[in-house]
């Protein structure tokens, strides 16, 4: 029936007709494509063509989704996830996914680097047929593993986007918490006798801490956006003059240690500002390890593109 709260009155599952519950943005009726941490939370393909990856039904005690329309009533077998995990749980859990999720995203971006290698390739005029058999056949067993790896892509985002929600959520409630502790520290510090000046201090000290929290958060993002534009794909489309694969490699491996670079010289107050750069300067390290083993992967192809540029340069001069 709709209006009914999937994952408390209705068990998610995949097929199902929903829509966001009354008290988030209005998306129009979607669809479930798939469920997660046994009904915690759900992936949704809109009508309107938009997909989100990590809506809850249950998981941390919040619900986002209600029926849309169908006969469907409430499975009385199914029980709602449990609400009562605690912030350490949730952190030691997505420390220990941590190492396998380093894993998949190399993995997928393995196959991001060769599916934009194919394509300068096709933008060069290349054909699968000059190499032979044992081209086409090379090109066959990449294309069989860029299908199996494309399969575990949307598990991986899926799960890296719960994470993140999950990481979130609980940074905010932390912040809120130190916040209220700082606030009841200056109330009965001033309570105490302690001149209205120092007061002052303290609030123009906190009114500083949140400065710095802001730019350092914007400077973070914006270095993240940096080295997403330092992908293949990205270089070759905003390039005006067409490059050749060296020549974007290297170019990408540029703009990679430039961001490392200016990540190295962030000022940082906490702890947790170093973790953030240190996940930032590691996602750098392992663009450029992926650079060079898409190097590797290239090198025969390469250098016969050179060998037969030569041979066509010779021609002509003859």
């Known amino acids: 029936m709709p ?3 999937v994952g408390k009155d209705v068990k998610p599952d995949v097929g199902q007709r929903v829509r966001m519950a009354d008290e988030f943005m209005n998306k129009g009726i979607g669809t479930i494509v798939q469920v997660h941490a046994e009904g915690g939370y759900c992936s ?26 169908g006969p469907e009533a409430p499975d009385s077998s199914y029980t709602a996830p449990q609400s009562g995990m605690t912030s350490t749980s949730s952190v030691n859990a997505a420390e220990a996914s941590s190492a396998q999720l380093h894993k998949q995203l190399l993995a997928q971006e393995v196959v991001k680097l060769r599916r934009e ?27 069989m593993e860029v299908a199996r790896l494309e399969a575990q892509k ?30 009841s520290n200056v109330s009965k510090t001033n309570t105490s006798g302690i001149p209205g000046n120092q007061s002052r201090d303290v609030a123009e000290a906190l009114q500083r801490k949140r400065e710095f929290e802001e730019n350092f958060t914007r400077t973070l993002r914006d270095l993240r956006k940096e080295l997403e534009h330092t992908s293949l794909k ?11 694969v060296r020549s974007l490699l290297q170019l990408s491996n540029e703009r990679i240690e430039k961001v490392m670079e200016e990540a190295a010289q962030m000022p940082v ?11 930032l300067i590691e996602n750098s ?5 992926l650079n060079e083993y898409s190097e590797g992967l290239l090198q025969h192809t390469l250098v016969k593109s050179d060998e037969d540029g030569k041979r066509k340069s010779g021609f002509l001069g003859f």
């Open 3 to 5: 209006g009914l709260v």
């Open 44 to 69: 949704v393909r809109w009508d309107s063509g938009n997909e989100d990856g990590c809506l809850f039904t249950g998981q941390k005690g919040d619900y986002n989704l209600v029926v849309a329309d």
């Open 117 to 143: 290698v194919a394509t300068l390739r096709a933008e060069k005029g290349e054909t699968p047929g000059g190499g032979g058999g044992e081209s086409s056949e090379a090109l066959k067993q990449v294309r």
């Open 154 to 183: 949307a598990e991986v985002i899926a799960q890296a986007n719960a994470q993140k929600a999950l990481l979130a959520k609980e940074v905010k409630s932390l912040r809120a918490e130190l916040e209220r502790q700082q606030d």
């Open 234 to 244: 990205h270089l070759s489309s905003r390039g005006q003059v067409p490059l050749g």
């Open 269 to 279: 107050e906490e702890r947790l500002h170093i973790e953030a750069l240190r996940l």
């Open 285 to 289: 390290k392992l663009r450029k390890c």
